[in-house]
């Protein structure tokens, strides 16, 4: 999502965030809501059962879809609330490791107004 950030030209920080949290909250709908009943149902449209869509097993929200379908797009958005800030932490353990490279690997005193000092 950040490479198509510039895309979206926007002038402040601030639109530029609320441009980038639109554009994961519909890439994220589309995810949630439209990709399952795709793969899922079994319609018979010929330009969609062409690419393969549409020819799933179930024609209808019946209690064998929603213990299927409906309990792995549960689990996809339990998952969706944890994986977005596990990617950070890679970030975070790289920038604590060149802080530590940075020092010589010394310990850091803190001076008496809280200021990291050596």
Request: overall charge positive.
């Amino acid at each position: 999502m950040e490479a198509v950030g510039p895309i979206s030209r926007k002038k402040t920080m601030n639109e530029h965030t609320k441009s980038m949290l639109w554009m994961i909250t519909v890439f994220y709908f589309l995810n949630m809501a439209a990709v399952p009943p795709l793969l899922q149902f079994d319609l018979n449209i010929p330009a969609l059962n062409f690419f393969g869509l549409l020819q799933g097993q179930y024609r209808d929200f019946s209690p064998e879809w929603y213990r299927i379908i409906g309990s792995q797009l549960c689990f996809t958005m339990f998952l969706g609330m944890f994986i977005p800030h596990f990617s950070e932490f890679p970030f975070w353990g790289m920038a604590q490791f060149a802080r530590i490279m940075d020092r010589g690997c010394k310990s850091v005193k803190k001076g008496e107004n809280g200021v990291n000092t050596k």
